[in-house]
Every structure is written in structure tokens, then in C-alpha cells.
Nanobody, 124 residues
């Protein structure tokens, strides 16, 4: 099983980034997918989740309206489009594959597989 996140980098406030996470080694279309992030000195937190079909999404209130999660089951890839970035969005972003109800998307214990993370730095 592998989840390879990419697309992180340094961006100015109000800028945009698009993260990608390529999955392999499991049946991607059977799993919900999520993005979490961890800022220096802080706990890991939920960012966004999407159900197996892509028809249902969930967002943390801090990113709602600015971030969009999507997936392409044909390419075994999940995306996170991040707009209007703020310095407080600076963190390592992780993708994860999970199961169960999408209403539990924010529960990290519902995720079986995790990627290695990609660093996003937003300068003011």
C-alpha cells in the first residue's frame, strides 16, 4: 500500500496550491479519502474528506469555502485544491484512505492507510 502526496510548496498569502495523492496497492474506489494536516507544535487535524464515489464531501470549518477535495477513481488519485491560502494553513498535509461513513471523515481512527505528507508553507 502506498499513498504518495505531492504538490506542496511555498506560496504567498491569498495564493493557491493543488495537492495530489496517488494511491496504489489497494482498491482505491472502495475507500473514503481524507486530507489531514499538522502544523509545528500542534495536533494533527482534519481538513477534508470525500466518500468512495466522490459524491459526498466534508470540510473543516476553517477551510470551508476555500478548499475543495476531489478524486479520480480511474487515476487512483485524490486532490485538494487550496485557494485563498492563509499563513495559518502552513502545515504538513497528509492524505489517508479510510472506511465507514463519510460522516466520520474527521475521525483519524477511521483511516487505515496514510501517506508520507507534503509541506505547505504560506508566507504573509
Amino acid at each position: 500500500v502506498q499513498l504518495q502526496a505531492s504538490g506542496g510548496g511555498l506560496v504567498q498569502a491569498e495564493g493557491t496550491l493543488r495537492l495530489s495523492c496517488a494511491a496504489s496497492g489497494f482498491t482505491f474506489s472502495n475507500y473514503n479519502m481524507g486530507w489531514f494536516r499538522q502544523a509545528p507544535g500542534k495536533e494533527r487535524e482534519f481538513v477534508a474528506g470525500i466518500n468512495w464515489s466522490g459524491g459526498v464531501t466534508r470540510y473543516a470549518s476553517s477551510v470551508e469555502g476555500r478548499f475543495t477535495i476531489g478524486r479520480d477513481n480511474a487515476k487512483n488519485t485524490v486532490y485538494l485544491q487550496m485557494n485563498s491560502l492563509k499563513p495559518e494553513d502552513t502545515a504538513v498535509y497528509y492524505c489517508a484512505a479510510g472506511y465507514g461513513y463519510i460522516s466520520d471523515a474527521s475521525n483519524s481512527r477511521k483511516y487505515a492507510f496514510w501517506g508520507q505528507g507534503t509541506l505547505v508553507t504560506v508566507s504573509s
